[in-house]
Protein backbone atom coordinates (compact mmCIF):
# COMPACT_ATOMS: atom_id res chain seq x y z
CA UNK A 1 0.00 0.00 0.00
CA UNK A 2 2.49 2.48 0.90
CA UNK A 3 4.89 1.23 -2.05
CA UNK A 4 1.54 2.06 -3.91
CA UNK A 5 1.61 5.69 -2.69
CA UNK A 6 5.22 6.36 -3.33
CA UNK A 7 4.48 5.26 -7.41
CA UNK A 8 1.35 7.66 -7.20
CA UNK A 9 3.32 10.46 -5.67
CA UNK A 10 6.52 9.91 -8.11
CA UNK A 11 4.18 9.64 -11.53
CA UNK A 12 2.60 12.50 -9.90
CA UNK A 13 5.93 14.79 -9.66
CA UNK A 14 7.04 13.54 -13.38
CA UNK A 15 4.35 14.54 -14.75
CA UNK A 16 4.56 18.04 -12.86
CA UNK A 17 7.74 18.29 -14.22
CA UNK A 18 6.85 17.47 -17.41
CA UNK A 19 4.10 19.80 -17.43
CA UNK A 20 6.36 22.37 -16.70
CA UNK A 21 8.40 21.61 -19.68
CA UNK A 22 6.27 21.72 -21.84
CA UNK A 23 5.32 24.79 -20.74
CA UNK A 24 8.82 26.19 -20.78
CA UNK A 25 9.17 24.76 -24.49
CA UNK A 26 6.47 26.53 -25.65
CA UNK A 27 7.33 29.63 -24.63
CA UNK A 28 10.77 29.18 -25.87
CA UNK A 29 9.49 28.50 -29.29
CA UNK A 30 7.08 31.18 -29.54
CA UNK A 31 9.64 33.91 -28.46
CA UNK A 32 12.15 31.84 -31.05
CA UNK A 33 9.42 32.13 -33.80
CA UNK A 34 8.27 35.77 -33.06
CA UNK A 35 12.58 36.68 -33.86
CA UNK A 36 12.55 34.70 -36.59
CA UNK A 37 9.09 37.00 -37.60
CA UNK A 38 10.96 40.02 -37.17
CA UNK A 39 14.44 38.91 -38.90
CA UNK A 40 12.46 37.27 -42.04
CA UNK A 41 10.43 40.51 -42.33
CA UNK A 42 12.81 42.32 -42.54
CA UNK A 43 12.06 44.85 -39.74
CA UNK A 44 14.50 47.31 -37.79
CA UNK A 45 14.49 47.99 -34.34
CA UNK A 46 12.51 51.43 -35.61
CA UNK A 47 9.93 49.46 -37.39
CA UNK A 48 9.48 46.07 -34.86
CA UNK A 49 9.92 48.27 -31.38
CA UNK A 50 9.21 52.55 -32.30
CA UNK A 51 6.45 52.17 -34.88
CA UNK A 52 9.02 53.55 -37.66
CA UNK A 53 8.78 57.10 -36.79
CA UNK A 54 10.92 59.10 -39.17
CA UNK A 55 14.18 60.12 -38.77
CA UNK A 56 14.27 63.69 -38.15
CA UNK A 57 15.08 66.52 -41.09
CA UNK A 58 15.10 69.52 -38.25
CA UNK A 59 17.13 70.00 -35.20
CA UNK A 60 14.66 70.71 -33.25
CA UNK A 61 13.15 67.07 -34.25
CA UNK A 62 15.70 64.86 -32.18
CA UNK A 63 13.87 66.04 -28.69
CA UNK A 64 10.51 65.01 -29.77
CA UNK A 65 12.28 61.51 -31.17
CA UNK A 66 13.94 61.26 -27.67
CA UNK A 67 10.40 61.70 -26.21
CA UNK A 68 8.96 59.30 -28.96
CA UNK A 69 11.71 56.54 -28.29
CA UNK A 70 11.78 57.25 -24.75
CA UNK A 71 8.58 56.63 -24.01
CA UNK A 72 8.70 53.40 -25.89
CA UNK A 73 11.06 52.01 -24.11
CA UNK A 74 9.07 52.78 -20.65
CA UNK A 75 6.02 51.37 -22.35
CA UNK A 76 7.87 47.61 -24.00
CA UNK A 77 9.50 47.34 -19.96
CA UNK A 78 6.53 47.69 -18.14
CA UNK A 79 4.98 45.26 -21.06
CA UNK A 80 8.18 42.50 -20.49
CA UNK A 81 7.82 43.12 -16.71
CA UNK A 82 4.40 42.13 -16.51
CA UNK A 83 4.39 39.67 -18.95
CA UNK A 84 7.17 37.77 -17.00
CA UNK A 85 4.90 38.35 -13.51
CA UNK A 86 1.94 36.72 -15.27
CA UNK A 87 3.94 33.81 -16.62
CA UNK A 88 5.86 32.94 -13.42
CA UNK A 89 2.21 33.20 -11.77
CA UNK A 90 0.43 31.01 -14.15
CA UNK A 91 3.43 28.49 -13.50
CA UNK A 92 4.19 29.06 -9.70
CA UNK A 93 0.10 29.17 -8.94
CA UNK A 94 -0.85 26.76 -11.52
CA UNK A 95 -3.43 23.98 -9.65
CA UNK A 96 -0.59 20.79 -9.21
CA UNK A 97 -3.83 18.66 -8.59
CA UNK A 98 -6.86 17.90 -10.10
CA UNK A 99 -8.76 17.91 -6.51
CA UNK A 100 -6.75 21.11 -5.13
CA UNK A 101 -8.32 24.82 -4.95
CA UNK A 102 -6.33 28.08 -4.77
CA UNK A 103 -5.53 29.91 -2.09
CA UNK A 104 -8.68 32.71 -1.91
CA UNK A 105 -7.74 35.76 -0.54
CA UNK A 106 -9.83 39.06 -0.48
CA UNK A 107 -7.22 42.06 -0.63
CA UNK A 108 -3.35 42.37 -0.75
CA UNK A 109 -2.28 45.48 1.00
CA UNK A 110 1.03 45.89 -0.20
CA UNK A 111 0.79 44.87 -3.94
CA UNK A 112 -2.71 47.04 -4.07
CA UNK A 113 -0.28 49.63 -2.86
CA UNK A 114 2.22 48.94 -5.34
CA UNK A 115 -0.31 48.89 -8.66
CA UNK A 116 -1.50 51.87 -7.64
CA UNK A 117 1.76 53.90 -6.58
CA UNK A 118 4.38 53.12 -9.70
CA UNK A 119 1.67 53.85 -12.56
CA UNK A 120 0.81 57.31 -11.31
CA UNK A 121 4.77 57.70 -11.12
CA UNK A 122 5.45 56.75 -14.42
CA UNK A 123 2.99 59.17 -15.32
CA UNK A 124 3.60 62.03 -13.87
CA UNK A 125 7.15 61.17 -15.11
CA UNK A 126 5.62 60.81 -18.09
CA UNK A 127 4.00 64.29 -18.24
CA UNK A 128 6.87 66.28 -16.77
CA UNK A 129 9.41 64.60 -19.53
CA UNK A 130 6.57 65.72 -22.46
CA UNK A 131 5.87 69.13 -20.82
CA UNK A 132 9.73 70.19 -20.51
CA UNK A 133 10.34 68.91 -24.33
CA UNK A 134 6.56 70.38 -25.81
CA UNK A 135 8.17 73.82 -23.86
CA UNK A 136 11.44 73.60 -25.78
CA UNK A 137 9.92 73.00 -29.12
CA UNK A 138 7.51 75.49 -28.83
CA UNK A 139 9.83 78.35 -27.89
CA UNK A 140 10.08 81.51 -29.47
CA UNK A 141 13.48 83.50 -29.83
CA UNK A 142 12.64 85.53 -32.81
CA UNK A 143 16.41 84.99 -33.81
CA UNK A 144 15.20 83.41 -36.92
CA UNK A 145 17.04 83.53 -40.75
CA UNK A 146 14.05 83.31 -42.45
CA UNK A 147 10.39 84.17 -42.34
CA UNK A 148 7.88 82.21 -43.45
CA UNK A 149 3.96 83.13 -44.04
CA UNK A 150 2.24 79.92 -44.45
CA UNK A 151 -1.50 80.51 -45.65
CA UNK A 152 -3.56 77.19 -45.45
CA UNK A 153 -6.98 77.59 -47.86
CA UNK A 154 -9.64 75.50 -48.79
CA UNK A 155 -7.92 73.61 -50.59
CA UNK A 156 -4.37 74.40 -50.82
CA UNK A 157 -1.25 76.24 -49.65
CA UNK A 158 0.07 79.18 -50.24
CA UNK A 159 3.67 80.42 -48.96
CA UNK A 160 5.31 83.86 -48.69
CA UNK A 161 8.63 84.28 -47.77
CA UNK A 162 8.23 87.57 -46.05
CA UNK A 163 12.08 88.60 -46.00
CA UNK A 164 12.38 87.63 -49.49
CA UNK A 165 9.38 89.45 -50.85
CA UNK A 166 8.30 86.86 -52.92
CA UNK A 167 5.27 84.22 -52.24
CA UNK A 168 3.95 80.53 -53.89
CA UNK A 169 1.22 79.27 -54.13
CA UNK A 170 -0.67 75.81 -55.36
CA UNK A 171 -3.14 75.19 -57.87
CA UNK A 172 -5.84 72.49 -58.40
CA UNK A 173 -3.09 70.43 -60.62
CA UNK A 174 0.25 71.46 -58.98
CA UNK A 175 0.81 71.07 -55.68
CA UNK A 176 2.12 74.09 -53.36
CA UNK A 177 6.07 73.62 -52.81
CA UNK A 178 7.68 75.20 -49.79
CA UNK A 179 11.62 75.70 -50.36
CA UNK A 180 13.69 76.38 -47.24
CA UNK A 181 17.88 77.05 -47.16
CA UNK A 182 19.33 74.29 -45.28
CA UNK A 183 20.90 75.02 -41.61
CA UNK A 184 18.78 78.24 -41.27
CA UNK A 185 15.96 78.84 -38.48
CA UNK A 186 13.16 79.43 -39.77
CA UNK A 187 10.08 81.05 -38.27
CA UNK A 188 6.60 79.95 -39.65
CA UNK A 189 3.39 81.79 -39.57
CA UNK A 190 0.73 79.81 -39.90
CA UNK A 191 -2.74 82.14 -40.99
CA UNK A 192 -6.19 80.79 -42.49
CA UNK A 193 -8.93 83.13 -43.76
CA UNK A 194 -11.85 80.60 -43.48
CA UNK A 195 -12.01 77.42 -41.37
CA UNK A 196 -9.04 75.41 -39.22
CA UNK A 197 -6.29 73.37 -41.05
CA UNK A 198 -3.22 71.97 -39.63
CA UNK A 199 0.47 72.41 -41.18
CA UNK A 200 1.95 68.82 -40.82
CA UNK A 201 5.55 67.50 -42.42
CA UNK A 202 5.88 64.19 -40.94
CA UNK A 203 9.79 64.44 -41.62
CA UNK A 204 9.91 67.69 -39.55
CA UNK A 205 8.22 65.48 -36.54
CA UNK A 206 6.03 68.47 -35.62
CA UNK A 207 2.63 69.43 -36.48
CA UNK A 208 0.72 72.73 -35.81
CA UNK A 209 -3.19 74.22 -36.07
CA UNK A 210 -3.65 77.16 -38.75
CA UNK A 211 -6.66 78.65 -37.33
CA UNK A 212 -8.83 82.02 -38.41
CA UNK A 213 -8.29 84.78 -36.70
CA UNK A 214 -5.16 83.92 -34.95
CA UNK A 215 -1.74 83.58 -35.94
CA UNK A 216 0.19 80.44 -34.56
CA UNK A 217 3.98 80.60 -34.67
CA UNK A 218 6.93 78.25 -34.24
CA UNK A 219 10.93 77.87 -35.39
CA UNK A 220 12.64 75.18 -36.82
CA UNK A 221 15.90 74.59 -38.40
CA UNK A 222 15.94 72.30 -41.32
CA UNK A 223 19.23 70.31 -41.13
CA UNK A 224 19.11 68.14 -43.46
CA UNK A 225 18.69 68.71 -47.66
CA UNK A 226 15.58 66.77 -49.18
CA UNK A 227 12.47 66.48 -50.58
CA UNK A 228 9.79 66.19 -48.09
CA UNK A 229 6.08 65.50 -48.28
CA UNK A 230 3.35 67.69 -46.30
CA UNK A 231 -0.46 67.80 -45.39
CA UNK A 232 -3.18 68.95 -43.72
CA UNK A 233 -3.80 66.72 -41.10
CA UNK A 234 -7.32 68.45 -39.78
CA UNK A 235 -10.26 67.08 -41.16
CA UNK A 236 -11.47 70.38 -43.42
CA UNK A 237 -14.15 69.94 -45.82
CA UNK A 238 -14.89 67.96 -49.02
CA UNK A 239 -11.45 68.47 -50.59
CA UNK A 240 -9.20 67.89 -47.55
CA UNK A 241 -7.34 65.11 -49.43
CA UNK A 242 -5.92 67.54 -51.73
CA UNK A 243 -4.24 69.39 -48.94
CA UNK A 244 -0.67 68.96 -50.35
CA UNK A 245 2.86 70.21 -50.31
CA UNK A 246 6.18 69.67 -50.80
CA UNK A 247 9.26 71.03 -48.44
CA UNK A 248 12.78 71.16 -50.55
CA UNK A 249 15.59 71.74 -48.33
CA UNK A 250 18.05 72.76 -50.62
CA UNK A 251 21.39 74.71 -50.28
CA UNK A 252 21.65 78.86 -49.97
CA UNK A 253 22.47 79.62 -53.45
CA UNK A 254 19.51 76.86 -55.02
CA UNK A 255 16.94 78.79 -52.70
CA UNK A 256 17.94 82.40 -53.43
CA UNK A 257 17.99 81.06 -57.21
CA UNK A 258 14.02 79.63 -56.79
CA UNK A 259 13.14 83.32 -55.35
CA UNK A 260 15.00 84.75 -58.08
CA UNK A 261 12.78 82.41 -59.92
CA UNK A 262 9.56 83.70 -58.37
CA UNK A 263 10.01 86.65 -59.11
CA UNK A 264 10.60 86.43 -62.77
CA UNK A 265 7.46 85.31 -62.72
CA UNK A 266 5.46 87.67 -61.41
CA UNK A 267 5.13 86.29 -57.73
CA UNK A 268 6.94 89.55 -56.16
CA UNK A 269 5.50 90.54 -52.78
CA UNK A 270 2.25 88.34 -50.87
CA UNK A 271 -0.01 86.27 -51.56
CA UNK A 272 -2.51 88.99 -52.90
CA UNK A 273 -5.84 87.08 -53.17
CA UNK A 274 -8.14 87.60 -49.81
CA UNK A 275 -6.85 84.43 -48.60
CA UNK A 276 -3.64 85.62 -46.20
CA UNK A 277 -4.39 88.18 -42.90
CA UNK A 278 -3.56 88.35 -39.15
CA UNK A 279 -7.08 89.32 -37.92
CA UNK A 280 -7.29 88.44 -34.56
CA UNK A 281 -3.53 88.24 -33.61
CA UNK A 282 -2.08 89.54 -30.40
CA UNK A 283 0.67 92.35 -30.07
CA UNK A 284 3.66 89.95 -29.22
CA UNK A 285 2.99 87.06 -32.29
CA UNK A 286 4.39 89.38 -34.57
CA UNK A 287 8.18 90.86 -34.84
CA UNK A 288 7.89 94.62 -36.62
Not at 38 to 55: I, K, Q, R, V
Request: glycine residues 6%; hydrophobic residues 40%; negative net charge.
Amino acid sequence: MRQSSQMRFADAHRSQQGGVRRRARAAAIGLGALAITLTASGCTANEAFFMNLPDPATKEGAITQNLWQGSWIAAWSVGIVTWGLMIWAFIAYRRRHKDDVPEQTKYNVPIEILYTIVPLIMILGLFWFTAKDQSEILAVSNDQDQTVNVVAYRWNWGFNYLDSDAYAVGTPNAPAVLVLPVNEKIRFELTSPDVIHSFWVPSFLFKMDVIPGKTNVFELTPDKIGTYDGKCAELCGVDHSRMLFTVKVVERAEYDAYIAELKARGQSGMLNTGQSNNDGQMPDERTT
